[in-house]
């Protein structure tokens, strides 16, 4: 970090000031930012389906992946043979009951049956900040607006694998690598009741000294994990409002405020 400059004598006193509160551990506001989602709610462009084909108990075909439309996003849907008939989630932004919106479907219109074994379906939802990689010693927040047509806690959204988290090195082709997720680390994820029964789910946390490269990825997904689904915990998500905003970490500002200091108190 470049801290090199020339302040004027009543700059410097308040510059003193400041930097003083930092070393000495007063909290001081930090400079947040919101960073660009492309369609954060899932209403521009043309939407469509990402569904996988299925068969009662034979061969069953993943779709995609593949971008959904011209919305920005792009889905992939896995699919699990299951006891009685086909099951499949499915992925749908900006089209029918999910117009403004998108959802990651998992009961389907007609009935699914139940999961052989405990494999589940899963289907991911993802988005490149391209140019955009993730910064160290800084505080990321995740938002998603969830409505699952009923309250859910963190542990319910956990239990059929549902969860919002950053990644790193994704493209059109991939979801990346997770970097921070909401289902493996549930104490770092919070909610919150918008309206109704839908639920703004957050994921906050803190890059450390080191990062892995790559372009900053937002993933939304559900069924991963090795979490049986049955006919009595299948649920349709509706998915609207992504975020994601950063705030560095206090202690860089302090190393600026280190280096500063004795010019500061140089003798005018």
């Not at 049986?228 to 206090?250: C, H, K, Q, W």
Request: aromatic share 8%.
């Amino acid at each position: 970090m470049n801290c090199w400059f020339s302040p004027t004598p009543a700059f410097r006193a308040k510059a003193l000031l400041h930097a003083t509160g930092i070393l000495i551990g007063i909290p001081l506001a930090t400079s947040a930012a919101t960073l660009t989602v492309t369609n954060p709610n899932f209403d521009q462009g043309t939407g469509g389906q990402l569904a996988g084909t299925y068969s009662a108990v034979g061969t069953t075909t993943a779709m995609g992946p593949s971008q959904i439309g011209t919305s920005g996003w792009y889905g992939r849907a896995n699919v699990t043979n299951s006891i009685v008939s086909g099951f499949r989630p499915a992925i749908v932004v900006n089209s029918g009951s999910a117009t403004g919106m998108a959802a990651i479907n998992f009961a389907q219109p007609s009935a699914p049956g139940s999961l052989a074994g405990s494999e589940m379906p899963e289907a991911d939802l993802w988005q490149v900040l391209t140019g955009t990689p993730l910064v160290a010693n800084t505080s990321y927040t995740l938002g998603v607006d969830v409505d699952a047509g009923s309250l859910l806690s963190i542990g319910s959204f956990s239990s059929v694998g549902f969860g919002i988290g950053v990644s790193t090195g994704g493209s059109t082709s991939s979801t990346g690598t997770l970097y921070m997720d909401s289902l493996s680390n549930p104490s770092l994820a919070d909610l919150s009741l918008i309206s109704g029964t839908t639920q703004r789910l957050s994921l906050t946390f803190t890059t450390g000294a080191i990062v892995p490269g790559g372009d900053l990825g937002i993933v939304i997904f559900g069924g991963r994990g090795s979490q049986a689904m049955s006919g009595t915990n299948l649920y349709n998500f509706r998915i609207d409002n992504v975020t994601l905003d950063t705030v560095p970490e206090t202690s860089s500002l302090a190393l600026c405020a280190l280096g500063v200091l004795p010019f500061l108190r140089r003798r005018r």
